[in-house]
């Protein structure tokens, strides 16, 4: 279980010198931000990686932070177009007697599935792994390249 802290300024929501219906849109804007928090920061493991997706030349490339994973805690694999990245961040083991004071980070497995906007070519896809984070370059299938046509004149 996660537990999150928001810091919330009520007293501003409920300020008795502006106008009734003043008070009623602070009201809204603190309930909104706290929603808002609180469905960004929840996944159903508690562990979901954050990834960047971009394109350089004739290469996709997939980067996802996977901070405290070892390469084999990571499976990586591709199907219809989609490279799904699963893993297992294990819990660490600390003495009986370990008073917590804070417990923010998330412990478990996670699956994430990202759709690649062009097909590529799964032979030629590559993976490494440094300081926690993962690059995967997905080079793109010849039917998905740019293609120059040269145009004949008659």
């Excluded at 508690?46 to 394109?55: K, M, N, Q, V, Y």
């Excluded at 990586?76 to 961040?89: M, Q």
Aim: glycine share 4%; aromatic share 8%.
């Amino acid at each position: 279980m996660t537990a999150i802290m928001i810091r919330r300024t009520p007293s501003r929501a409920l300020t008795v010198t502006e106008p009734a219906y003043r008070r009623v849109w602070n009201i809204l804007d603190e309930v909104e931000h706290l929603t808002k928090h609180t469905w960004e920061s929840w996944t159903p493991s508690g562990l979901c990686p954050r990834f960047d997706l971009f394109e350089i030349k004739d290469d996709l490339v997939l980067k996802a932070d996977l901070p405290g994973l070892r390469k084999e805690d990571i499976d990586i694999s591709l199907e219809n177009d989609c490279v799904t990245i699963k893993g297992e961040r294990k819990i660490e083991e600390f003495p009986a007697d370990t008073k917590y004071y804070s417990c923010e980070r998330s412990f478990g497995s996670f699956t994430r599935e990202v759709c690649l906007p062009v097909p590529v070519d799964a032979d030629k896809i590559s993976a490494t792994f440094d300081n926690g984070v993962l690059e995967i370059k997905l080079p793109k299938a010849e039917e998905a390249r740019a293609k120059r046509i040269e145009i004949q004149v008659k």
